[in-house]
């Protein structure tokens, strides 16, 4: 009977212990970034899903246009790519600005084959419920003179 009672009592703090640990993606801004890119690393649109408001936008530059996409359709391309692993880059955040209501943090991506790099300004804001969500996300193309480049336009 002691035995029974210890292993109900093991079992029930292994349980409390799992749900406690295991942190809301909304609950925190960082936990919202650390989604945000693991989604982009991971082709993951389950993930990225879980931390976009439902009005998020999605603001490029395409040579010398704007373009903006909504939420929905990020999540439908992401979704026909999915699984598809992010290789040969490197992925970073850091905070910009944030309050108690509004995080703005920079995600830095930069491949080690490709020309350029790209900073994604991400807006995290917190709703009515209390979670964190990203309703805005501004990624900035930047190119730039790889050094194999410079090589093979120096050899000629």
């Excluded at 993951?44 to 899903?49: F, G, S």
């Excluded at 395409?62 to 880059?89: F, T, Y």
């Excluded at 490197?90 to 944030?98: A, D, G, M, P, R």
Aim: charged share 25%.
């Amino acid at each position: 009977m002691k035995l029974k009672a210890l292993v109900i009592l093991l079992l029930g703090t292994t349980i409390t212990n799992q749900v406690l640990a295991t942190e809301k993606p909304t609950a925190s801004h960082k936990s919202v970034i650390n989604y945000y890119m693991d989604s982009y690393i991971n082709s993951d649109y389950k993930k990225l899903k879980a931390v976009l408001s439902e009005d998020a936008v999605f603001t490029s530059n395409r040579d010398v246009r704007v373009i903006k996409h909504k939420a929905s359709e990020i999540l439908s391309e992401m979704k026909k790519n999915e699984g598809v692993v992010q290789r040969d880059c490197n992925i970073s955040s850091t905070i910009v600005s944030e309050s108690d209501a509004l995080v703005i943090a920079r995600v830095d991506i930069n491949y080690e084959l490709f020309d350029g790099a790209q900073q994604n300004f991400v807006i995290i804001e917190k709703n009515k419920d209390g979670e964190w969500k990203i309703s805005q996300v501004y990624k900035v193309f930047i190119s730039s003179e790889s050094e194999a480049r410079k090589l093979v336009s120096t050899s000629r």
